[in-house]
């Protein structure tokens, strides 16, 4: 039977890991794959969870088997941090292992329910977007996004593309911190984009994997906030990965909004994929979010550091720009200061970013998407100088 497989695609973020492991130089910089780190290179496990870690490590009475759904009060608490109050009644949900496992079970839900609905995706999108759906043999379509001239939002394309979804149709939307490029709509955008999808009848599906990376914890669920209120219909996939920095526990929701009265059977279906698929979602990283959103104390704590993180970022991405006018005598990374998250896509070609790989030990994704925290201090005016040569 094994011989009958073939070799799979790899996940070119994952592969660039390694060759920048196999990689000698010791001035190499690692701008590729989405995990955040600290100015020492570190990806820290934050206070608060360390100390929840050791509250359950103290407290915790036994590892039985948790609900098919996963522990209500991480759902509860979920909801709340993304949506606010008001969605008990609206609010389906299943812990999921991580943002990738509610996207998939979202994307399960969609075919589910409608086999043959189309899911469009933003061009670019995050590449396991399209390949989950691609494994699923879903109905797939892409709506234009990026102005690779600007780096900003090709908003007019976006607009035209969008009016072509059919009532039914799934939009997966990045609710903030858009990955790869970057750039983001703003409020009169997504409130644009609300109306026009709401008029076509769409399904608004938002992948929030940032929440607390862009604008702040509340602003960044603004536009996620915007969606609920305005559809009668909405899928949520959320990532508990970098917000908590619990990637490999793997900790995410699938949150499904509908009509009250659709509630149960609506939770019972998302029972049913988790039930298919895994059982019981994984509980450990779940139970430390819970924690620390239900304590005061470790919560207040968890805010500060993520805004510590958040603000770090937006520090490199300043000096980032500062340095490319510099370096360039130009404009034209700008952009770099107005991106918001972890990424940027700075607009190279794959040739030029096999130069700055090649000759500079600078590690990028081929498309030209920077992890801005894979910088610090040290490596920014490197990163500039690299670029400017390129362009000289
Ligand atoms: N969605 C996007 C856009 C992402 O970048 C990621 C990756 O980190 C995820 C979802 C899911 O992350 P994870 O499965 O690690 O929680
Ligand atoms: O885009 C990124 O770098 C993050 C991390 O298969 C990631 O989302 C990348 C690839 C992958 C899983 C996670």
Redesign the pocket.
């Known amino acids: 039977m094994l011989e009958a497989l073939n070799p799979q695609p790899q ?1 070119k ?2 592969q660039l890991i390694q060759m920048y492991k196999d990689d000698p130089r010791d001035n190499k910089i690692d701008l ?4 955040y780190k600290d100015a020492t290179g570190l990806t820290p496990v934050m206070r608060a969870v360390k100390a929840a870690e050791k509250k359950l490590w103290e407290t915790e009475k036994t590892k039985t088997y948790t609900g098919l759904a996963g522990e209500p009060a991480y759902n509860v608490a979920m909801v709340k941090m993304i949506l606010g109050d008001g969605y008990a009644d609206r609010a389906a949900s299943v812990a999921t292992p991580g943002g ?1 496992g509610a996207i998939r079970q979202a994307l399960e839900l969609i075919k589910l329910a409608s086999p043959t609905a189309t899911v469009w995706l933003s061009n670019p999108t ?3 977007h399209p390949s989950i759906i691609k494994y699923l043999g879903m109905n797939m379509a892409e709506y234009r996004y990026f102005d690779a001239a600007t780096r900003g939002i090709d908003f007019a394309g976006l607009i035209e593309d969008l009016g072509r979804v059919k009532a039914g149709d799934a939009v997966l939307l990045h609710g903030c911190c858009h ?2 490029t970057g750039a983001n709509l703003n409020a009169d955008q997504w409130a644009e984009v609300a109306k026009l999808l709401l008029a076509k009848g769409a399904i608004p599906f938002v992948d929030l ?1 940032y929440q607390g990376f862009g604008d702040g914890l509340e602003a960044d669920a603004a536009s996620t906030r915007l969606i609920a209120e305005t559809f009668p219909e909405v899928l949520i996939a959320a990532s508990c990965s970098k917000n908590f920095g619990i990637y490999r526990e793997r900790t995410g929701i699938l949150i499904a909004l509908g009509e009250a009265s659709r509630r149960a059977i609506t939770q019972g279906n998302l029972n049913f994929l988790n039930r298919q698929n895994y059982s019981f979602p994984p509980d450990h990283g779940a139970r430390l979010v819970t924690m620390i959103l239900e304590d005061d104390t470790l919560r207040a704590d968890w805010k500060a550091e993520l805004e510590e993180v958040r603000l770090n970022m937006l520090t490199l991405r300043q000096s980032l720009a500062d340095e490319l006018r510099r370096a360039t005598n130009s404009d034209r990374f700008d952009f770099v200061a107005t991106h918001r998250g972890m ?1 940027s896509r700075l607009g190279l070609t794959e040739a030029q970013v096999n130069i700055l790989r090649e000759q500079h030990g600078i590690y990028m ?1 081929g498309d030209s998407r920077i ?1 801005i925290a894979g910088l610090n201090a040290k490596t920014v005016p490197i990163l500039a100088k690299a670029i400017a040569q390129l362009a000289a």
């Open positions: 996940d973020i994952l590729g794959v989405g995990v990738t995050w590449p396991n990955n790869p994997a990424f994704v992890n």
